[in-house]
């Protein structure tokens, strides 16, 4: 392609890596194709007024990156394996786990091509990172940290950040420091249910507290802390998993207010927080004193990078959650730490943020056309509904038939603390799925809804 021409208008760097990154952008566009020619490098550098040598550092650059190669007297040519568009190792495809709740994926070319472009630059610096470091990332990596967790009104201290290796082990952490072995934690009713396998493996008692449209009652958590006497409070309060309830400031001021009275720690699980543009301010900007904030990336990010901030509630708290991290993860991996890092800082991270938004907002939607108003919980900006289940389906009839439809179906036993779970059913709407099948797994199950198990078993 002789008359190929880089649009580096956009360009924020040094010229000759705006070219090789135009020419992943362009490949993944499908501008470029394997066997294609790139113009001579003297010819490109006159077209664009620039010297001959950024070119050329341009084209070394792509080459490096395996999306070109060049051949003296021959020219510079696309790759015959350098699509960005193509899935990759083919053994690695259809591994998503659709229990869990995920967000919807990045199918946008250009931005999976600016993904792609960190991965290429981190590499770059690749031995360093292949080495043991100290807990808790270093101080490029928690200015990063600190610039994300900015963007939920929170400027903590470096010192009370850290970036571990996600929320889950975040929590396995923060919860053997804060108890022991037959100790009590509070949770809401209907949790997370990640927070029911910790509390079990550590041998802590998990109790569900009880709630209402805006989550946990205040006078439900003061009977608590002075009957089971609990060493913690968990709570997810934005887009909680599974209910979609986010809990407004009023109350979560009411909250810490019990909290603080009690000396409770609060251990703050806000793997949602930053999906909402304007949502309400962290309980860890209400009550830091008392709060443990995890800021998971899985959520808002990817799950793949398993990395998460956490802020502790001062200095001393911080020392301690470092060691005991220490002991049970060494440290979050610096690969995907520089990633994260990389995204933050050039803007890649808050573009896939606000794809996931927007995806997000239409797959909601698209629920919505299926299910009436009031039969089922959800936000506009949820990557799950909770489908409360009528004419007669028990939530194993109900995922048994729903599986075939691809969708990630979770009944409710896994998320009830104590008590019969009700006869519910979590429906994803995220992960690796396009709105038309996901359209066709909603009717499907709207449509078994409308009748009885013993109706619908004609269509198995």
């Known amino acids: 392609m002789k008359g190929w021409r880089p649009d580096l208008s956009a360009n924020e760097g040094p010229l000759y890596l705006s070219i090789a990154d135009a020419i992943a952008r362009d490949i993944a566009r499908g501008v470029l194709t394997p066997g294609d020619r790139l113009p001579p490098q003297r010819t490109l550098a006159a077209a664009l007024e620039v010297d001959f040598t950024t070119v050329a550092r341009g084209y070394v650059e792509a080459g490096k990156r395996g999306l070109i190669e060049s051949t003296v007297g021959r020219g510079s040519f696309i790759r015959s394996n350098a699509s960005l568009r193509e899935d990759g190792d083919p053994r690695r495809q259809q591994l998503a786990?659709?229990?869990?709740?995920?967000?919807?994926?990045?199918?946008?070319?250009?931005?999976?091509?600016?993904?792609?472009?960190g991965f290429a630059s981190v590499a770059r610096d690749l031995l360093p990172l292949?080495?043991?470091?100290?807990?808790?990332?270093?101080?490029?990596?928690?200015?990063?940290?600190?610039?994300?967790?900015?963007?939920?009104?929170?400027?903590?201290?470096?010192?009370?950040?850290?970036?571990?290796?996600?929320?889950?082990?975040?929590?396995?952490?923060?919860?053997?420091?804060?108890?022991?072995?037959?100790?009590?934690?509070?949770?809401?009713?209907?949790t997370y249910p990640g927070v029911r396998s910790i509390t079990a493996q550590l041998g802590l008692n998990l109790v569900g507290l009880e709630t209402d449209n805006d989550g946990i009652l205040p006078e439900a958590l003061e009977e608590a802390v002075k009957r089971h006497k609990p060493k913690a409070l968990y709570l997810n309060p934005t887009l909680q998993n599974p209910t979609t309830v986010t809990i407004p400031e009023r109350r979560r001021t009411a909250i810490c207010a019990v909290a603080r009275r009690h000396r409770l720690p609060i251990v703050e699980d806000d793997a949602y927080g930053f999906i909402p543009s304007?949502?309400?301010?962290?309980?860890?900007?209400?009550?830091?004193?008392?709060?443990?904030?995890?800021?998971?990336?899985?959520?808002?990010?990817?799950?793949?990078?398993?990395?998460?901030?956490?802020?502790?509630?001062?200095?001393?708290?911080?020392w301690s959650f470092s060691a005991a991290m220490r002991a049970i993860s060494v440290m979050a991996s610096p690969v995907t730490?520089?990633?994260?890092?990389?995204?933050?800082?050039?803007?890649?991270?808050?573009?896939?943020l606000r794809f996931i938004r927007a995806e997000a907002?239409?797959?909601?939607?698209?629920?919505?056309?299926?299910?009436?108003?009031?039969?089922?919980?959800s936000d506009p900006l949820s990557f799950n509904i909770w489908l409360p289940l009528t004419n007669g389906w028990t939530r194993s009839a109900f995922v048994g038939h729903v599986r075939r439809t691809g969708i990630g179906v979770v009944a409710s036993d896994v998320f009830t603390v104590g008590g019969n779970p009700g006869e519910a059913v979590r429906v994803g709407l995220g992960g690796p799925i396009t709105r038309e099948r996901l359209r066709t797994g909603l009717e499907f199950m709207a449509h078994a809804l409308e009748g009885s198990p013993e109706t619908a078993a004609a269509f198995f």
């Open 130 to 190: 292949l080495r043991y470091q100290g807990f808790g990332g270093a101080a490029v990596d928690k200015d990063a940290a600190s610039a994300w967790l900015g963007r939920r009104a929170l400027v903590p201290a470096q010192e009370r950040i850290f970036v571990t290796p996600g929320a889950h082990t975040a929590l396995v952490g923060i919860f053997s420091l804060l108890a022991k072995a037959g100790d009590t934690l509070l949770s809401e009713a209907i």
């Open 337 to 352: 730490v520089a990633v994260a890092t990389r995204w933050i800082e050039d803007g890649t991270a808050d573009t896939i």
């Open 97 to 117: 786990d659709f229990s869990m709740n995920m967000p919807p994926e990045p199918d946008d070319p250009e931005l999976i091509a600016r993904m792609q472009d």
């Open 361 to 377: 907002a239409a797959r909601e939607k698209l629920a919505s056309q299926f299910f009436e108003p009031g039969t089922y919980l």
């Open 278 to 318: 304007y949502g309400p301010p962290p309980l860890a900007a209400i009550a830091p004193d008392i709060c443990w904030h995890i800021a998971g990336l899985a959520k808002c990010i990817g799950a793949g990078l398993r990395l998460a901030f956490v802020v502790a509630p001062d200095a001393r708290s911080g």
